[in-house]
């Protein structure tokens, strides 16, 4: 079946340290998506990439590092950087283009630090 | 930039009782609307999608939402509400000519009580 897988589902990080939260799909979707969920504020767009080797910055990327090297993955990266880091992190997928707008999404990776 | 609001941050209804979400969204131009529901600890599913034409949109697991372009609104409903519906429930916009792009609403969390 076709879908995206997060992992891991829970990890637990000192503070100081990076992070990498990784995200993988096979819906053979052009456009992936990173969000950060904190209660009460929804979603909040931190990374995304159209196509290989491209990404742009969302609302809140200032403590986060992605990469795009292959259709299929998106990695985040967490640096020690980000100044609040526990958070529920969600990875999305779509097909590019005016397509209706539906991203398909992972089961999330929670975040904490210790 | 576009925005969303939901009213509610918490909504509690009885099993079998009629539903209503309240979505506010702000953008100028026509826009894209979703509703996605997310179980927890879980990733979001789609409900259902607004892009033109008739403005009363049905979605899966019996719920439908109505587009009222002058109370900027995208409320969401349903007519009996079962025990599994509780979850949270996020309502998103989009810009009309980059669908993939959606800004989220901070989201209602329903409880639904025997």
């Known amino acids: 079946d076709g879908g995206i897988t997060q992992s891991p589902k829970y990890l637990f990080r000192k503070e100081g340290q990076n992070v990498t939260l990784s995200c993988e799909q096979n819906l053979n979707h052009d456009a992936m998506y990173w969000y950060r969920q904190d209660p009460g504020q929804g979603l909040r767009l931190i990374y995304y990439s159209q196509i290989v080797n491209d990404f742009q910055k969302g609302d809140i990327a200032e403590g986060y590092s992605v990469s795009r090297e292959k259709k299929e993955s998106f990695p985040l990266t967490v640096t020690s950087a980000q100044k609040n880091p526990t958070a529920f992190y969600l990875c999305?997928?779509?097909?590019?283009?005016?397509?209706?707008?539906?991203?398909?999404f992972g089961e999330g990776s929670r975040l904490t630090v210790l | 930039a576009q925005s969303v609001t939901q009213p509610d941050i918490h909504i509690t209804v009885s099993e079998g009782a009629s539903l209503e979400l309240r979505c506010n969204y702000s953008y100028g131009a026509t826009p894209y609307l979703f509703w996605y529901v997310q179980s927890p600890g879980q990733g979001l599913q789609l409900l259902l999608k607004y892009f033109s034409g008739d403005t009363l949109v049905q979605g899966i697991k019996g719920f439908e939402a109505e587009f009222k372009r002058s109370q900027s609104s995208f409320n969401l409903r349903k007519p009996s509400v079962h025990w599994s519906d509780a979850a949270e429930y996020f309502c998103a916009v989009a810009k009309g000519n980059a669908g993939n792009m959606l800004t989220f609403g901070g989201g209602t969390r329903l409880m639904v009580k025997p």
């Open positions: 999305a997928s779509s097909r590019q283009g005016r397509s209706g707008g539906e991203l398909f």
